[in-house]
């Protein structure tokens, strides 16, 4: 068991969109810490450094000022993985563990071989009682794999000792500085009672004693897969009631209201949508399904892989509606695209929904246009298969044609549709009435994300879909 005075250092390994909010928020509330933050990846380290604080490698509101105040002062950033981790009292494992590529559980499992990687430096690098967090999202049981390269690899005689905590990170990107500000729990795992006083005397340097939930390892472990399985979960359900919606002639809109005024379903994380996107939705309910199948429950592993199966086929029904709506062929009609990111106020586009319509419409031939006020061009020709590298003529003959622009006059242009799939501030306030007369007729505005007014719409002349709306265009 460990057993020392309070935690004056600590290390996080991964400088991603978990790490970096995290360890800024952890440093503006425990000025007498002094917190590291190492990454493998120079480039993104130098962005962590840079003085220009728009150039910060995550976009989050709110976290550039609190960097401005702690960087340098007791939050740094470094390539130097091993130095940190021989200092460190705490070492918080943010490394990202996405869906295994290759090998058994391939397009299921979790590629856990950055978190196995960052045991076995912890291991060669850490001197006397160090604390491992384990703060990726990781499959159930992995603090086990963690524990034993520790404990393998420590020379016998060395004094090296180590406890291994489960702290699942819950932040959502976009919100997640006061996600972080106000948690509505801290989730901490683990054996070790005085790792968990440690860690739980961190938290509580702004985080009410009864929000800090202590369990054994397994438990906190499952705990994060299954919030995110229920969350996703309940996408999936509204977005099949949108669909009914839609053939009906309800409006998902007032159902949602309905619904989600019981209290016992609440009315939070029920809007319809282009299906759900993100580092972490598909990635771990993939992990439930691959667990459940592991243990021989089958029928549980079906249950959860039906909320994945749903989710690809609202994307599909997307893009499959907007070709009809546009007499069933759209080959070289140009089409915006109003938004990239998986949801609104952040960079981040993994997972996106906007990636595989994009795709889709592509492939029927569309030259589409992407607006998005904060994801790069660079970052979607990497998810649009570097298109970007193409001569025009190139992307003609491929049927790939996609660039990007910032101007909205551009996007609306002689465009034949738009659709809006990031619900960003800024598309609720476009100047409808001015866009709207430079678009070719008949236009269409498909609205995944209950963004437009439809009365204005329907004033301007332009035909509008929007989802789980069954009350128009009928
Ligand atoms: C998230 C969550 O941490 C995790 O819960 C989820 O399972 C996957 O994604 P995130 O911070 O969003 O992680 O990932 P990312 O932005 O990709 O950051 C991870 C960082 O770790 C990268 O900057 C990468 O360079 C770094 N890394 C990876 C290392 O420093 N060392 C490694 O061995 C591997
Ligand atoms: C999620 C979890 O919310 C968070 O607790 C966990 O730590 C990581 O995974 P994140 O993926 O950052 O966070 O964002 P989230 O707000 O959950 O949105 C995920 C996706 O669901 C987005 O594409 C979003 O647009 C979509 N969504 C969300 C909907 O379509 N409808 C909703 O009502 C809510």
């Not at 106020?345 to 030259?367: F, K, P, V």
């Not at 007369?437 to 439809?454: E, H, Q, Y």
Request: hydrophobic share 40%; glycine share 6%.
């Amino acid at each position: 068991m460990i057993n020392k005075p309070h935690i004056k250092k600590v290390v996080c390994i991964g400088a991603g969109y978990v790490g970096g909010p995290t360890m800024a928020v952890m440093a503006e509330k425990c000025k007498g810490i002094e917190i590291k933050i190492v990454d493998l990846n120079k480039n993104k380290i130098d962005l962590w450094n840079s003085k220009d604080l728009t150039k910060l490698p995550v976009f989050e509101p709110g976290l550039s000022s609190i960097i401005k105040k702690v960087r340098g002062k007791n939050l740094f950033f470094s390539t130097d993985v091993k130095g940190a981790i021989a200092q460190a009292d705490i070492i918080f494992i943010s490394v990202n563990t996405p869906t295994k590529t290759y090998g058994y559980g391939a397009g299921f499992a979790s590629d856990l071989k950055w978190v196995e990687s960052c045991a076995r430096t912890i291991a060669n690098n850490a001197n006397g009682q160090t604390i491992v967090v384990e703060k990726s999202t990781v499959p159930v049981r992995t603090a086990q794999v963690i524990k034993t390269i520790l404990e393998s690899n420590k020379d016998t005689n060395s004094n090296k000792s180590f406890a291994i905590l489960s702290n699942p990170e819950f932040l959502a990107e976009g919100t997640a500085i006061n996600d972080l500000f106000n948690p509505d729990r801290v989730l901490i795992g683990g054996e070790d009672t005085f790792a968990i006083e440690e860690l739980s005397w961190i938290y509580e340097h702004w985080v009410d004693k009864d929000r800090i939930i202590k369990t054994n390892l397994w438990s906190s472990e499952l705990s994060k897969l299954a919030a995110n399985a229920f969350l996703a979960q309940r996408i999936s359900s509204i977005n099949a009631i949108g669909a009914i919606c839609e053939s009906t002639g309800a409006d998902v809109r007032e159902v949602k209201l309905a619904i989600g005024s019981d209290q016992r379903i609440g009315n939070k994380f029920l809007e319809a949508g282009p299906g759900f996107g993100g580092s972490c939705f598909k990635k771990d309910i993939l992990n439930m399904v691959y667990l459940s199948k592991y243990f021989g429950l089958q029928e549980v592993s079906n249950y959860w892989e039906q909320v994945l199966i749903l989710n690809d086929w609202q994307r599909k029904r997307i893009s499959k509606l907007v070709v009809e709506n546009l007499f069933g062929n759209i080959n070289n009609k140009k089409i915006g695209i109003l938004g990239f990111a998986f949801k609104a106020n952040t960079n981040d586009t993994r997972e996106s929904s906007a990636i595989d319509i994009s795709r889709e419409l592509m492939a029927e031939g569309a030259q589409i246009v992407i607006h998005d006020p904060q994801v790069s061009e660079e970052q979607i020709s990497n998810d649009l298969n570097n298109h970007l590298d193409k001569t025009y003529e190139d992307k003609l003959a491929s049927n790939g044609l996609w660039w990007t622009s910032k101007d909205y006059s551009e996007i609306f242009t002689n465009s034949d549709a738009v659709i809006i799939l990031t619900e960003w501030e800024d598309y609720k306030n476009l100047n409808w009435t001015v866009f709207a007369k430079l678009m070719r007729k008949p236009a269409w505005i498909f609205d995944s994300r209950s963004v437009v007014d439809p009365d204005l719409i329907n004033n301007l002349g332009i035909k509008l879909w929007r989802i789980g709306d069954g009350t128009i265009n009928k």
